[in-house]
């Protein structure tokens, strides 16, 4: 509920500030806790306590999400982890941007809480000016800072528990470590009125919105623009979040290799990329400040301004009573560069604000669309503890025949899978293909399709075609039951120019028409529980895996070589996201070529590799697209598959946890990785990989200080007994182990015994 403004000749706080219950750790919610805004009264709140002193990565710390008074009459919002700190009169203005843990200071200089463009005039949202130097902020300047009187003013503060940002049907047979829904912490919003001399947009009001996560050091932040002016008007751009951070290095010189600083960035207005940084190259920019006339560098060109904006537009009209909502943007704040905390870090972000991701399906790609094929696919799926079956690209699926004849076939065959506890669906390509001159993308510069769009050509989401085909796939999935989507070429980010698609006017706004588009009907699947397979980074509106990282042609080497790449693969892929979050590939036909070579087919007699496969998968936690006819050929490949699939389901929690690495594969010697979670009875699981053709013995380091465990660990090589062995100062244990050749362990480590 969006409170009315309150009209004030010099600004205070009313009210008090509410007080509620987090939600339980370890229960999934698919929906919002009914949660009243309450207003803030900063004479009410409690002193800025000391900073938590655990490490949140090993142990949930004691201190929740809340608002401070400080001892400079700041409001601040922390949660023992990050604290950012605003002065709130004569306007509202962040004086601090904190990582609590290591005491490092981010905020240099006040810039504006954001920034927005109406009907052509641009507005700064809050704001203060006088600051004597940029290089830092002492609060003994507080009083010299004075109000720009054309920026909007501040009004109210308000205060209530998180929301879900939307509905979510979590599958939760496939996830073994459940996440909170939504998460728990606080949402606080900040409401602006328009500058008093700008009668033409007299009556609409600004919030800006955070939340502040329990447990980690994360902000969230966005914009929602309320129109009660009496007239349409139109958002022209905007920016929002605009932060003057300290630089991350002092270079004089040409700054050959800039370095940022040591916060991750993320939004949810991504498209067209398997990694997350890639992800934001259009809605996150570190920009040279040049107001910034005190930094050592002479051209002025430090990167040390934070943006984040859409390329272009979004140019849409806001009718009276309506209100524009932009993108969200996540500010993780980091300790240190040290990769494995960083990746650690990463992957509680991902599980904390789409907790989607840790479902974690075993897939199989059934290569053939008619009905008895896919039964079989179903019926072994069952039989062996597969979950999910996917009509695969080139199986004669088609998810855009409306026929009423052929929903109906589908329909009995989902509802078959979903008797042997088996989800069914199927691909779709979405870009990455042309339609025709009327629908595809129209290039800025020639009036006309191609030369422009990601892939050459694409359809425009908003051209005729683009919401037939959304209206397409809302009948299929509710006509069906079908439970799953892999959604190939998504929408890559294209701009449009044409002036004739039904969805948008032009080119400045084609680009926000076409995300709202995708993510909304991302979002509507995930509120059905529909399993979104995406191989592009739309994990915060729903989509549950992308790739791993592969070239598609490296499935058409030798299987001995994909045997290695693969496990590089993973390697590489879960230093920036969970292992649930990607997929690899198992060609059990041949794939883009390799002939006999490559693939496993028949697959009793390639039994080896073929398990060796699935030592690599599941032993990571990175579910395959196993694609092909079928999971097993004989009795005896099926037992064999069947031992893994137990082997992974029995320790599946440890296993879909976090992963790091011990050693990257080369095909010389030993690789391996070690999964750690510390909230776990086994808190850590290392599998180790001997790719040679003879036997090895090693003596291997195994890094234990994620796990939680200390001084003395229990550990248990497969199913062998139990040995205690010690841990150094670093929390790190030496083992030695016997490796067979061509073949894989797995260690298993919990808590030593309290000695007597």
Known sequence: ??????????????????????????????????????????????????????????????????????????????????????????????????????????????????????????????????????????????SQLTNHPESFQLQDVHVRPLQARFPWKARTTWMANPVAWPPAGMEVRFDFAAPTAANSIRNVNVSVHYELYDGLPLLCKWLTVTNASGRTIRINHFTSEILACVEASSQV?????????????????????????????????????????????????????????????????????????????????????????????????????????????????????????????????????????????????????????????????????????????????????????????????????????????????????????????????????????????SYPGDACASHDHPGHRGYEDSRWRQWQTISQFYQWCRGRGIYLNVPDWYFMHGSSKNGMGYRETNWSLNRDYQEIIERQ???????????????????????????????????????????????????????????????????ETKQMVKRWVDFYKQRRAILDSSLLPLRRADGRDWDGWLHVNPSLETPALAMIYNPLDREIEREIRIPLYYSGLSKMASVRIADGARQELPLDRNETVRMKVSLPAKSAIWVEFSAAAPSK
């Open 569 to 635: 693969n993973i390697h590489d892929g879960t230093r920036f996201k969970l292992p649930t979050m990607g997929w690899m590939f198992v060609p059990l036909t041949e794939y883009h070529g390799g002939g006999a070579a490559a693939t496993i087919e028949p697959l009793h007699e390639h039994l080896d590799h073929y398990e060796r496969r699935l030592q690599n998968l599941l032993g990571a936690g990175v579910q395959a697209c196993f694609r092909g006819p079928r999971i097993y050929d004989t009795e």
């Open 253 to 489: 010189e040409d700054l050959a290799e800039p370095l940022y600083p040591n916060l991750h960035i993320e939004t949810d207005f991504t498209s067209c990329s398997m990694h997350g940084a890639s992800a934001q190259r259009d809605s996150v920019y570190w920009l040279p400040d040049p107001s910034y006339q005190t930094q050592v560098n002479y051209r002025l060109e430090s990167k040390c301004l934070l943006e984040c904006r859409p390329p272009q537009g979004p140019e849409v009209d806001v009718a009276n009573g309506d209100t524009f909502v932009s993108f969200r943007t996540w500010i993780l704040a980091n300790e240190n560069r040290d990769e494995d905390r960083q990746s650690l870090a990463l992957g509680r972000m991902y599980k904390t604000i789409s907790p989607w991701v840790t479902e974690n399906p075993l897939i199989h790609h059934v290569r053939s669309a008619n009905p008895d094929a896919v039964r079989l696919a179903i019926d072994q799926s069952a039989e062996v503890g597969f979950e999910l079956v996917i009509m695969t690209f080139g199986s004669g699926f088609q998810i855009e025949n409306e026929s009423p004849e052929y929903l109906a076939e589908v329909k009995k065959l989902a509802d078959y899978a979903h008797s042997k506890a088996v989800a069914l669906g199927g691909y779709s390509l979405l870009a990455s293909r042309s339609i025709d001159a009327q629908n595809d993308v129209i290039n800025p510069e020639t009036g006309k399709p191609g030369g422009f769009a990601r892939f050459g050509n694409s359809p425009c989401l908003e051209s005729e075609w683009g919401q037939d085909y959304f209206r397409k796939l809302y009948q299929f999935y509710e006509k069906t039951g079908c439970d799953v989507l892999e959604h190939d070429g």
């Open 1 to 142: 509920m969006i409170c009315s403004r309150i009209v004030r000749s010099t600004f205070t706080f009313a009210m008090t500030l509410i007080a509620w219950c987090g939600c339980l750790t370890g229960h999934v919610r698919s929906e919002s806790p009914s949660a009243e805004w309450t207003k803030v009264n900063l004479s009410s709140l409690p002193s800025v306590p000391v900073p938590a002193e655990e490490d949140w990565l090993i142990h949930s710390p004691d201190r929740k999400s809340n608002l401070f008074r400080s001892e400079h009459n700041e409001l601040v919002m922390d949660n023992g982890l990050i604290r950012r700190s605003f002065l709130f009169e004569p306007n509202l203005a962040c004086v601090a941007l904190d990582q609590l843990q290591t005491g490092e200071s981010f905020l240099r200089s006040i810039r504006p809480e954001c920034r927005i463009g109406i009907d052509g005039t641009t507005y700064d949202v809050g704001g203060l000016h006088g600051q004597p130097v940029d290089n830092f902020l002492r609060p003994q300047w507080y």
